[in-house]
């Protein structure tokens, strides 16, 4: 169990929405850039953060995640520290592609990840152990290097769900059941009794919810 001497609060944000996310485009490591909603909900998130005391701003090292940790940094008047091992997973050959055209094209292969969305990948894609692996060890630096403080961390959907199941020692089963949407807000505090689940996919920002 991972455990700090001062609580430590990291807040998991995913990036704003793209044009692709609004199409049920899978993205993957391919990087469209934000929508006109996404920019606003990357703003709506720069305006509840500055009412925080947010010592440091990370982001996945994709261009969505990085533009909306910009709005959001250029508030708290912070860089942005990249942090490459937060990138979504790699989607292999259905990166770009809508769920029917990945129905068209690989039906059983569809069927299967449908089913078992751990063990079955899609065609060439990251396995969800590697994208945890990967996600953990990034969190590690970070918590490290801020001790006793608040960090926002802007990455995807994958690498937060897999990251609340492995700071708080959940079965990665439990994956594909957590729903986190573009600019939802996950809190872990983490410090002497272990990480601590604070709230879970917050989009209640300063003009409604959503």
């Given at each position: 169990?991972?455990?700090?001497?001062?609580t430590?609060?990291?807040?998991?944000?995913r990036?704003?929405?793209?044009?692709?996310?609004?199409?049920?485009?899978?993205?993957?490591?391919?990087?469209?850039?934000?929508?006109?909603?996404?920019?606003?909900?990357?703003?709506?998130?720069?305006?509840?953060?500055?009412?925080?005391?947010i010592?440091?701003?990370?982001?996945?090292?994709?261009?969505?995640?990085?533009?909306?940790?910009?709005v959001?940094?250029?508030?708290?008047?912070?860089?942005?520290?990249?942090?490459?091992?937060?990138?979504?997973?790699?989607?292999?050959?259905?990166?770009?592609?809508?769920?029917?055209?990945?129905?068209?094209?690989?039906?059983?292969?569809?069927?299967?990840?449908?089913?078992?969305?751990?063990?079955?990948?899609?065609?060439?894609?990251?396995?969800?152990?590697?994208?945890?692996?990967?996600?953990l060890?990034?969190?590690?630096?970070?918590?490290?290097a801020?001790?006793?403080?608040?960090?926002?961390?802007?990455?995807?959907?994958?690498?937060?769900r897999?990251?609340?199941?492995?700071?708080?020692?959940?079965?990665?089963?439990?994956?594909?059941?957590?729903?986190?949407?573009?600019?939802?807000?996950?809190?872990?505090?983490?410090?002497?009794?272990?990480?601590?689940?604070?709230s879970f996919?917050?989009?209640?920002?300063?003009?409604?919810?959503?």
């Amino acid at each position: 169990m991972r455990t700090l001497p001062e609580t430590t609060r990291l807040l998991l944000i995913r990036h704003g929405e793209t044009a692709w996310n609004a199409e049920g485009r899978i993205q993957g490591q391919l990087d469209p850039p934000l929508s006109d909603r996404g920019k606003r909900q990357a703003a709506l998130l720069a305006e509840r953060l500055a009412r925080e005391e947010i010592a440091a701003v990370y982001s996945s090292d994709l261009g969505r995640a990085r533009a909306t940790a910009e709005v959001m940094a250029a508030a708290l008047r912070l860089p942005v520290e990249l942090a490459p091992g937060l990138r979504e997973a790699h989607f292999g050959q259905w990166q770009g592609l809508t769920g029917a055209e990945i129905r068209m094209e690989y039906p059983e292969e569809y069927r299967l990840w449908r089913e078992d969305s751990l063990a079955h990948r899609p065609p060439c894609g990251e396995r969800i152990e590697a994208l945890q692996e990967r996600s953990l060890a990034a969190a590690d630096e970070i918590l490290e290097a801020h001790v006793g403080q608040s960090v926002a961390v802007v990455a995807h959907g994958g690498p937060i769900r897999c990251l609340v199941c492995g700071l708080l020692e959940l079965p990665l089963a439990l994956y594909p059941r957590l729903r986190v949407d573009n600019g939802g807000i996950t809190r872990i505090w983490v410090g002497e009794r272990g990480p601590v689940l604070a709230s879970f996919n917050d989009t209640c920002h300063p003009e409604g919810c959503g």
